[in-house]
């Protein structure tokens, strides 16, 4: 890092910083790692389990700053 630059706090997202997460798939029960961009606000998508290539449906929650709050995962036919 530079002088004079810091990067946010531990466990801090700020819009525009993806920010790994551990997740569990609703399928499978496995865990694993994906990054999560809360630059786009609230939104709902799917991503495919790294393990069992399944569709999640992730739905990302974030402040109206764009702090990420919470992350929901779901089976696709729920």
Do not use: K, N
């Amino acid at each position: 890092m530079q002088d004079g630059m810091r990067g946010p706090p531990p466990g801090a997202t700020l819009a525009g910083v993806v920010e790994s997460r551990i997740v569990c798939c609703p399928y499978c029960g496995e865990t694993f790692e994906t990054g999560i961009d809360a630059s786009g606000g609230s939104q709902e998508y799917i991503e495919d389990c790294q393990v069992c290539c399944r569709p999640i449906v992730f739905r990302v929650r974030t402040d109206a700053d764009g702090h990420l709050l919470e992350i929901e995962t779901r089976r696709e036919d729920d």
